[in-house]
């Protein structure tokens, strides 16, 4: 008589995994913000994965809350969403880590029919956190030599302990106060839902292997034997590797906690083949599924270690960008280089600091999101608008800011700096005549492109 009984999933269940998701995939942004610090600041190799397990709290929430095989599963799904949308830098493949991890959560626990917290529960925890390790690294390059791979499980391990840490003991922390605070109850699992439990897992794997596919298979799509080298260059050209005179180079770099080797040319030299016209600027860099990102040309001139690495040389050769300071930089499929003019943004005004605005200058303060141009969206990374007029130190009785550029203005108040315009971003995209600045929110939409000034205004 009760038909909510022929649904796995109560409409409870959905809005709790909804809500777990959306709140995971927003915080994971800020969790790899900070890992990223504690990598800057500690400099070896492991420090990001300290707080993998941060990221697979609100799967394993879903699975011990829940208490239905494949619940975790579906949180991952929706996360990995939530987080691909708002722009991760990984891409599709933060997708694919987030249902493995929550697949790996539901196939541990299944077995553990009265959903017990014991040790089942903290090895899909560890487990779940040390994935992410595996997928990146089977996707950048399966490891040919014995250090590396000593490296990678190295670092797998203290992904493991984060898990066990975070999504296990912190966990269990957590639905002890939520219990207490009568917000959740435990409920025993269905016995009658086993069969069911038994498809949806058998579905949750078909869904990671399709996801998979589709990822390998647009990514031998997207690969390219050429590099377009364009922009402030007297001789533009197609470079292709075993069809050049630079010296292949071999270098030691760390991705993801792990330190290997890359072979591949040197950015600089790539580019001094092409003859630049100016000393100074950004080298843009594409990639085939539309992201960009930059390296100042500088950066490049002071360190042969940016190189263009070479992947599958033989078959369908494809290259990535490794070694540059800022790991937004190491962009995969790189399609085209283009060096290009940088006069950055003029920040004047009612102001105690004026100063240009120049990103190679902010990219520890950036962040990514998709820009809708109309016809197709395009990865972007930007800096808050916000965070740029206050390292101008406006002055007292200053009150709003005008936004200058090549055909209008814009106004924004400080109340709506500071309110609905408070995640307004200054995004860098490639213009006609060099970089272009766009103003724009996170959800994509362009307030105001070709930005020259930023004035302070009483």
Same mark, same amino acid.
Request: charged share 20%; glycine share 8%; with cysteine.
């Given at each position: 008589m009760n038909k909510q009984?022929?649904?796995? $999933?109560?409409?409870?269940?959905?809005?709790?995994?909804?809500?777990?998701?959306?709140?995971? @995939?927003?915080?994971?942004?800020?969790?790899n913000m900070i890992g990223d610090f504690f990598q800057s600041f500690l400099g070896f190799a492991g420090t990001t994965q300290w707080a993998a397990g941060l990221h697979i709290v609100w799967l394993m929430l879903a699975a011990s /809350?829940?208490?239905?095989?494949?619940?975790?599963?579906?949180?991952?799904?929706?996360? @990995?969403?939530? %987080? $691909?949308?708002?722009?991760n830098t990984h891409g599709l493949i933060v997708l694919i880590v987030n249902i493995v991890a929550g697949l790996i959560i539901d196939l541990v626990l299944i077995g553990n029919k009265k959903n017990k917290i014991n040790l089942s529960y903290y090895v899909a925890a560890g487990?779940?956190?040390?994935s992410n390790i595996i997928i990146f690294q089977f996707i950048a390059d399966i490891p040919s030599d014995v250090l590396t791979l000593i490296a990678i499980l190295s670092t797998s391990a203290v992904s493991f302990v984060s898990g066990v840490v975070f999504g296990g003991l912190v966990v269990r922390a957590l639905l002890t106060a939520i219990e207490?605070?009568?917000?959740?109850?435990?409920?025993?699992?269905? %016995?009658?839902?086993?069969?069911?439990?038994?498809?949806?897992?058998?579905? +949750?794997?078909?869904?990671?292997?399709? $996801?998979?596919?589709?990822?390998?298979?647009?990514?031998?799509?997207?690969?390219?034997?050429?590099?377009?080298?364009? @922009?402030?260059?007297d001789a533009p050209y197609e470079f292709l590797a075993?069809?050049?005179?630079?010296?292949?180079?071999?270098?030691?770099?760390?991705?993801?906690?792990?330190?290997?080797?890359?072979?591949?040319?040197?950015?600089?030299?790539?580019? /001094?083949?092409?003859?630049?016209?100016?000393?100074?600027?950004?080298?843009?860099?594409?990639? #085939?599924?539309?992201?960009?990102?930059?390296? +100042? $040309?500088?950066?490049?001139?002071?360190?042969?270690?940016?190189?263009?690495?070479?992947q599958n040389e033989e078959k369908?050769?494809?290259?990535?960008?490794?070694?540059?300071? #800022?790991?937004?930089?190491?962009?995969?499929?790189?399609?085209?280089?283009?060096?290009?003019?940088?006069?950055?943004?003029?920040? %004047?005004?009612?102001?105690? *600091?004026?100063?240009?605005?120049?990103?190679?200058?902010?990219?520890?303060?950036?962040?990514?999101?998709?820009?809708?141009?109309?016809?197709?969206?395009?990865?972007?990374?930007?800096? %808050?608008? *916000?965070?740029?007029?206050?390292? #101008?130190?406006?002055?007292?009785?200053?009150?709003?800011i005008m936004l200058v550029s090549s055909g209008e203005s814009r106004i924004i108040s400080f109340d709506e700096l500071n309110g609905s315009l408070k995640e307004c971003r200054i995004f860098i995209s490639q213009g006609d005549s060099g970089v272009e600045y766009i103003l724009a929110n996170m959800s994509g939409d362009i307030l105001l492109k070709n930005i020259l000034t930023l004035e302070v205004m009483k």
């Amino acid at each position: 008589m009760n038909k909510q009984n022929n649904y796995y $999933f109560s409409t409870r269940d959905l809005m709790m995994m909804a809500a777990l998701a959306a709140v995971g @995939g927003i915080s994971s942004t800020y969790v790899n913000m900070i890992g990223d610090f504690f990598q800057s600041f500690l400099g070896f190799a492991g420090t990001t994965q300290w707080a993998a397990g941060l990221h697979i709290v609100w799967l394993m929430l879903a699975a011990s /809350m829940i208490r239905k095989p494949g619940a975790a599963t579906t949180v991952g799904i929706i996360k @990995g969403i939530v %987080e $691909f949308l708002t722009g991760n830098t990984h891409g599709l493949i933060v997708l694919i880590v987030n249902i493995v991890a929550g697949l790996i959560i539901d196939l541990v626990l299944i077995g553990n029919k009265k959903n017990k917290i014991n040790l089942s529960y903290y090895v899909a925890a560890g487990v779940s956190s040390a994935s992410n390790i595996i997928i990146f690294q089977f996707i950048a390059d399966i490891p040919s030599d014995v250090l590396t791979l000593i490296a990678i499980l190295s670092t797998s391990a203290v992904s493991f302990v984060s898990g066990v840490v975070f999504g296990g003991l912190v966990v269990r922390a957590l639905l002890t106060a939520i219990e207490k605070a009568g917000i959740y109850h435990p409920e025993r699992l269905v %016995e009658g839902n086993r069969k069911i439990s038994a498809f949806y897992l058998i579905g +949750s794997i078909s869904i990671v292997v399709i $996801f998979a596919a589709i990822l390998f298979i647009s990514l031998g799509k997207s690969n390219s034997k050429n590099v377009r080298i364009s @922009g402030e260059v007297d001789a533009p050209y197609e470079f292709l590797a075993g069809d050049t005179e630079i010296e292949l180079l071999k270098i030691s770099a760390e991705y993801n906690g792990v330190e290997r080797d890359y072979t591949g040319y040197a950015l600089i030299d790539i580019i /001094m083949v092409a003859n630049p016209k100016i000393e100074n600027g950004l080298i843009l860099i594409e990639a #085939s599924d539309g992201y960009s990102y930059f390296v +100042s $040309f500088q950066e490049a001139l002071g360190n042969n270690h940016i190189i263009l690495a070479v992947q599958n040389e033989e078959k369908d050769v494809s290259y990535n960008l490794i070694g540059a300071e #800022s790991t937004k930089a190491w962009v995969r499929g790189v399609s085209e280089l283009i060096l290009t003019k940088n006069e950055g943004i003029l920040v %004047e005004g009612e102001v105690n *600091r004026p100063f240009i605005f120049l990103p190679e200058e902010w990219q520890k303060f950036m962040d990514s999101a998709n820009i809708d141009f109309g016809e197709n969206k395009i990865k972007l990374q930007g800096v %808050e608008l *916000r965070e740029i007029v206050d390292s #101008s130190d406006p002055k007292d009785d200053a009150v709003e800011i005008m936004l200058v550029s090549s055909g209008e203005s814009r106004i924004i108040s400080f109340d709506e700096l500071n309110g609905s315009l408070k995640e307004c971003r200054i995004f860098i995209s490639q213009g006609d005549s060099g970089v272009e600045y766009i103003l724009a929110n996170m959800s994509g939409d362009i307030l105001l492109k070709n930005i020259l000034t930023l004035e302070v205004m009483k």
